[in-house]
């Protein structure tokens, strides 16, 4: 069977089941995609990734943490069999079958109802390509594509680089279309891909399915990978002749222990190359319209990890020097410890008015931005539910983005 024999057509999966039998890699990189095109998903699999775990966290995945039955494809539009168990992406693609729904096996092309293509966007357009079941083709000639718009022309193929190395790709804040397109570039040409949860996770639904997927998802409270294991894999793959990139959201060298990632590498004598990222702290609040800094209001902004509590031995920041700042501030991984560094600036002097906004999931379809001040803010933290990733600013330029909310602030 070949492409030939296969009649494309563009689904509209928005509000309508899809169920995704399987929990591991594969159905990582398909369930991000599904989500963005609205789809109703259920995943079923007695076990899942991190960062699938995560979309269940969040509410936007249902699992059913069991093995697969039949009659989980009732009421479904479309299906993915993406277990490692050919047996049951069998019985899958029977069940299927018997209810006349479209289904995609991930193990065996030839016996699927329906292939999934390499997929790209650009300027409101889906690019979708099946290359006779050859997924690097797909995926290249989706870039080449791609490209060209991006150009506003078609180029000719360029040919890739596959030499062996380390890439540390910043993936921005979390909207895919803020991403370089050197990032999406290397993350293409990548034999080994090692990802964190934060970052772009769409852009995983685009590898060719040849691509391994490391997954080094850091989970609130939940299952981590230590640094010094993801050293390890990162330099044993480049050591093997990989291609690997390291992909983290925002850029690797703010928060991101990216630069632990490049002393590895050089302590192994392995090539590594850094492409640099949107960094969040910059770029979710200018999403969200807030400006870190603003003529007359504020000359300078210091960005600080809230992941330790004030008076934590092991924190390097003097948060009493800091209350004595006149700038912004901008709190990453602070949610938990909002209260506390709260309470600490108003302690050193800092105005209990001070205007505060907590942007959450900035720059992803889920956006929302909590105003509050530094002395309600445990307070509205609590009552709007705000939870990680979140981005803290603190300092008047929130009340010349809201000035209705702190009218006595803005200027």
């Known amino acids: 069977m070949d492409d030939y024999s296969t009649y494309p057509s563009g689904l509209r999966l928005a509000g309508r089941r899809v169920v995704v039998v399987g929990g591991g890699h594969v159905a990582q990189r398909r369930v991000p995609l599904l989500i963005a095109a609205g ?38 539009w479309y299906v ?34 329906a292939w999934t293509p390499a997929v790209g966007r650009h300027g409101g357009v889906t690019v979708a390509v099946l290359g006779n079941r050859e997924p690097r083709r797909s995926a290249a000639m989706r870039d080449e594509i791609l490209e060209g718009m991006r150009d506003g022309r078609i180029v000719d193929r360029v040919q ?12 921005g804040p979390g909207d895919p279309d803020l991403m370089s397109v050197a990032g999406r570039r290397a993350l ?74 490049v002393i590895a590498c050089r302590a192994a004598g392995v090539p590594v190359t850094v492409i640099p990222g949107l960094t969040s702290p910059v770029a979710v609040p200018a ?66 008015e001070t205007p505060v906004a907590a942007i959450c999931d900035g720059t992803m379809p889920g956006e929302r931005t909590v105003l509050s001040t530094l002395g309600s803010l445990a307070r509205d933290l609590a009552a709007e539910h705000v939870k990680p ?18 009218p006595d602030r803005a200027r």
């Open 39 to 76: 789809a109703d998903v259920y995943v079923v699999s007695p076990h899942v990734t991190p960062a699938i775990e995560g979309l269940v966290g969040s509410g936007e995945v249902t699992w059913r943490r069991r093995g697969f039955e039949e009659e989980d494809l009732d009421e479904s």
């Open 188 to 261: 293409m040409e990548a034999d080994v891909v090692v990802a964190d949860r934060l970052a772009p996770r769409e852009l995983l639904g685009e590898l060719p399915s040849d691509v391994e997927l490391i997954d080094v998802a850091k989970l609130p409270r939940g299952r981590s990978a230590q640094q010094e294991e993801i050293n390890r894999v990162i330099v044993e793959r480049a050591l093997a002749g990989k291609r690997v990139v390291r992909f983290k959201g925002g850029d690797n060298f703010v928060f991101g222990r990216g630069y632990e990632e």
């Open 389 to 406: 990733p979140a981005i803290i600013v603190v300092g008047d330029v929130v009340a010349v983005a809201h000035p209705g909310r702190f």
């Open 80 to 113: 993915i069999a993406a277990t490692d168990d050919p047996d049951v992406n069998e019985r899958v693609s029977n069940a299927a079958e018997t209810r006349r729904i479209f289904c995609v096996r991930a193990d065996d092309a030839t016996h699927a109802t």
């Open 160 to 171: 890739r680089d596959h030499s062996p190395g380390v890439t540390l790709v910043g993936g």
């Open 287 to 352: 999403v969200a319209g807030i400006p870190v800094t603003h003529r007359g209001v504020a000359h300078e902004f210091t960005v600080i990890s809230g992941h330790l509590p004030p008076g934590h031995p092991e924190s390097l920041t003097n948060w009493g020097a800091v209350a004595g700042l006149t700038g912004t501030l901008v709190l990453m991984m602070a949610v938990q410890n909002a209260p506390a560094i709260a309470e600490a600036l108003m302690g050193s002097g800092r105005s209990a």
